[in-house]
């Protein structure tokens, strides 16, 4: 059993950043595959990042692609999302994740799921 808890959210201009924190509970922290996802109003949940157990593989949904980076801290069992040069269409909810064995970018085969922190980038 994992327990996600999202922070960091807030609001930005345009060109700004934040870095998001989800802290998890569990021992088994690091052998689950973590990922951020975003929802907007009135849009599906999209796939933003994910990171492998080790932290030694990254995936990226293209819209991020060189603005955000996933890192994790298995000694803090905690996960990372540094966003940068952000955008208002980058505006949402965003949730931790976790799920075992491999990656994935489909919402519905995520296991566990944080309360989401809202993100709102200005204009």
């Known amino acids: 059993q994992v327990q996600l808890v999202e922070s960091g959210g807030g609001l930005v201009q345009a060109g700004g950043s934040l870095r998001l924190s989800c802290a998890a509970s569990?021992?088994?922290?690091?052998?689950?595959?973590m990922a951020w996802f975003r929802q907007a109003p009135g849009k599906e949940r999209e796939f933003v990042a994910a990171?492998?157990?080790?932290?030694?593989?990254?995936y990226y949904a293209d819209s991020v692609k060189g603005r955000f980076t996933i890192s994790r801290d298995n000694a803090k069992n905690t996960v990372y999302l540094q966003m940068n040069s952000l955008k208002p269409e980058d505006t949402a909810v965003y949730y931790c994740?976790?799920?075992?064995?491999?990656?994935?970018?489909?919402?519905?085969?995520?296991?566990?799921w944080g309360q989401g922190t809202q993100v709102t980038v200005s204009s």
């Open positions: 569990g021992r088994t922290f690091s052998s689950y595959i």
């Open positions: 990171i492998t157990w080790s932290g030694s593989s990254t």
């Open positions: 994740a976790a799920r075992l064995n491999y990656f994935s970018v489909y919402a519905s085969s995520y296991n566990y």
